[in-house]
Nanobody, 125 residues
């Protein structure tokens, strides 16, 4: 069974920095695009940043220049470094993997649109 597990959320003052990480567990052969989404109270979930298996990145306009997404393909992890945080960044941050291929017992499995459980980031003013 493949899972995504986030870590690193917490409380930070405006102007501060925080890093959230996501690790994919299981016998993983490959992961395609990974991304971070966020959902603030009363708002829809929105894409924050994404990164392909080759390292190409995209960012939401609201976080460009402040957030950096990276991944370690050998460790099956994706990280979001968040700098110059402001209260509008307060949200639950979710890790997403577009497609994961896993192999166990001589068989392979494909998982699509996998989500982590989310980690809360709170920025105080």
């Amino acid at each position: 069974q493949v899972q995504l597990v986030e870590s690193g959320g917490g409380l930070v003052q405006a102007g501060g920095s925080l890093r959230v990480s996501c690790a994919a567990s299981g016998s993983i052969l490959s992961i395609s695009t990974m991304a971070w989404y966020r959902q603030a109270p009363g708002k829809q979930r929105e894409l924050v940043a994404s990164i392909t298996s080759g390292g190409s990145t995209t960012y939401a306009d609201a976080v460009k220049g402040r957030f950096t997404i990276s991944r370690d393909n050998a460790k099956n992890t994706v990280t979001l470094q968040m700098d110059s945080l402001n209260p509008e960044d307060t949200a639950v941050y979710y890790c997403n993997a577009d497609r994961i291929v896993s192999a166990t017992g001589g068989s392979w499995w494909e998982y699509s649109d996998l989500w982590g459980q989310g980690t809360l980031v709170t920025v105080s003013s």
